[in-house]
């Protein structure tokens, strides 16, 4: 779930908390920085990654972090 978001940062609600660190692991492993936001800073069961999106990102860099995140939902 991305939410609504027009901003630069672009957050994924993940929502189990005991599958945010091997995913955030997973991400990291294939070249995608992202930060992990667990309990106590959002409610339980409703953790979430955020990504960082800037205008110097190419349009294929944006196209393999998206593979990255789909890749990891499978």
Not at 6 to 21: P, Q, S
Request: aromatic share 6%; proline share 4%.
């Amino acid at each position: 779930d991305l939410g609504i978001s027009e901003g630069w940062i672009v957050t994924v609600r993940y929502g189990d908390e005991g599958m945010t660190i091997p995913l955030v692991d997973h991400l990291q492993r294939r070249g995608l920085d992202c930060s992990l936001m667990q309990f106590p800073a959002v409610p339980t069961g409703a953790a979430r990654l955020r990504l960082f999106v800037t205008s110097e990102h190419s349009e294929a860099q944006l196209d393999r972090a998206a593979s990255i995140v789909v890749d990891a939902a499978r």
